[in-house]
């Protein structure tokens, strides 16, 4: 019986630094701050599209909701460069929302949408 070679994940390098500024920006203060100031009641956050009850996590069960970017971090038009991306992921209370996982799966699904929409209409 033949052997299955395993294969070898390929990781770029836009993906492996995203990876590694994701942690960056979670722990930050003006996120964790905005995580405590948008708690409608104890460990209760209500969306801000749909106004659904979101319960963050605990005992294994993971958060009910996201703290979105309202400006995306990715601009709509594409990726420009490291400096941009980084300035708008460490961004203020002002930017940011709380959106259930259904929202936040809609909207970024739209933003991802619009982005290769241009990429295709730069062609
Ligand atoms: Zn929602």
Redesign the pocket.
């Known amino acids: 019986m033949e052997k299955k070679k395993k294969k070898l994940k390929t990781y770029n390098f836009y993906t492996v630094m995203m990876q590694a500024l994701r942690p960056v920006w979670r722990n930050h203060p003006t996120r964790r701050e905005f995580f405590k100031n948008s708690r409608s009641a104890p460990n209760t956050w209500i969306?801000a599209?749909?106004g659904?009850k979101c319960a963050g996590a605990s005992k294994g069960k993971k958060s009910e909701f996201r703290i979105d970017h309202i400006e995306p971090v990715i601009p709509l038009t594409g990726f420009t460069n490291w400096d941009d991306v980084i300035r708008r992921l460490i961004t203020g209370p002002h930017n940011l929302q709380v959106?259930?996982l259904?929202?936040h799966g809609v909207k970024s699904k739209a933003e991802n949408a619009a982005r290769r929409k241009h990429k295709k209409d730069l062609l």
């Open positions: 969306c599209e749909c659904k959106l259930c259904v929202c």
